[in-house]
């Protein structure tokens, strides 16, 4: 039970970790200072860790990577939304 | 070892997701755009999935996780030193 709470724990923690990033984007419709490889990457990787937890039959680390990739998917529209209304 | 591939190619990309973002938080020396609150609940989220690949016995893991938490703590290090120095 206490490592399903760590596992959980982590997997809302991470799968959530890019809203605060989304509320921001958002609220000062600025992402000049976001790294778009870093989004890039991190999808990409994100997306490799579910096909590697599908072979661990791991269903948290499944799940956690697949709602972050989605929110990762959300922040990489926003960046090509607002780039072009951002100042140099 | 095509499952080993994909899980070294999933550790790889994520754990050097935030080198990008490091290097340009250096080259612009401006970090308003990131979300503080990202940084902080992703280096938590990491710190957990450390623990539960201990808990797996998962060396990728770990060692992936490990590593990003590094780069994590950079990038929060760069975000403190930059902040006062960045126009609203």
Do not use: C, E, H
């Not at 039959?57 to 959300?74: E, G, H, Q, R, S």
């Amino acid at each position: 039970m206490f490592w399903v709470i760590i596992g959980v724990s982590a997997a809302i923690l991470t799968t959530f970790s890019f809203v605060p990033q989304i509320a921001r984007s958002l609220r000062t419709k600025s992402v000049k200072d976001v790294s778009p490889i870093t989004l890039f990457q991190l999808s990409t990787g994100v997306f490799l860790w579910i096909i590697y937890g599908i072979y661990l039959k791991d269903a948290i680390i499944i799940t956690a990577n697949f709602v972050t990739f989605i929110t990762l998917a959300i922040v990489l529209f926003l960046y090509f939304k607002y780039r072009k209304f951002t100042a140099k």
